[in-house]
């Protein structure tokens, strides 16, 4: 952009023919910043979608730490309460894993009542299915493994799957029933 600057004598007049053409460095310097935002933005805009998606995960992950965590001090605090340990366990960790979709989970319960090596084993139960049974293996002194695995674990990096033979995120805790 051309800028037309009249200059003034000393009285206050316009000098005759004195007409100066500037040409600012303003307008410069910011086609020079346009064109550093248009080749720094796309590599800010990767990195900060990357770093949502590991948080996304991250979130998942934490999430069914705490949701396994919480089954077992449940069932640890359940003995002879309890006709379905599954269907407990299971809401227990649907209940702290709000994030994660219930139909990708899926349990395995270990009740072992403590006497001798008798071990009684509850192999696979999922979030839909509420099998009763081996409420009787859960006794005091005896211990209980929940253990639970997410399938539907998010790791797509613009239309691009980080672990192409899929995501599968597992959590156990072993607890003393009271």
């Not at 006794?139 to 599968?168: D, E």
Request: proline share 2%; aromatic share 4%.
């Amino acid at each position: 952009m051309k800028l037309t600057v009249a200059l003034w004598g000393a009285h206050g007049k316009k000098r005759s023919g004195a007409t100066r053409i500037c040409t600012s460095s303003i307008f410069r310097d910011e086609g020079q910043a346009l064109v550093e935002a248009a080749l720094v933005l796309p590599v800010i805009l990767i990195a900060a979608t990357g770093i949502l998606v590991f948080g996304i995960f991250m979130m998942q992950v934490m999430s069914l730490n705490e949701g396994v965590a919480n089954a077992g001090r449940v069932l640890a605090v359940s003995s002879g309460l309890t006709t379905d340990p599954c269907a407990l366990a299971a809401q227990a960790v649907q209940n702290a894993g709000s994030v994660l979709t219930s139909t990708n989970l899926s349990y395995k319960l270990v009740l072992n009542p403590g006497t001798g090596n008798q071990t009684s084993t509850l192999s696979s139960c999922s979030s839909s299915s509420t099998t009763t049974g081996m409420a009787g293996a859960l006794v005091s002194g005896g211990t209980v493994t929940v253990q639970a695995t997410y399938s539907g674990c998010s790791l797509t990096f613009y239309g691009n799957k980080l672990m192409p033979n899929g995501c599968s995120i597992t959590q156990s805790v072993t607890e003393i029933v009271q």
